[in-house]
């Protein structure tokens, strides 16, 4: 059984501002996976 999160741009830039990795480009979400969410 999978379980699949959405990420919002806006979430992700929320909670990449409390780290210091520079400017937030993209998203996107895979096929692949098992148990947790991927993205890359």
Do not use: H, K
Not at 4 to 18: A, C, K, N
Not at 19 to 38: C, K, P, R, W
């Amino acid at each position: 059984m999978s379980v699949y999160t959405s990420v919002s741009d806006d979430e992700m830039r929320g909670f990449l501002s409390g780290y210091d990795l520079g400017e937030f480009v993209s998203l996107q979400g895979i096929a692949q996976g098992i148990t947790n969410s991927n993205y890359f």
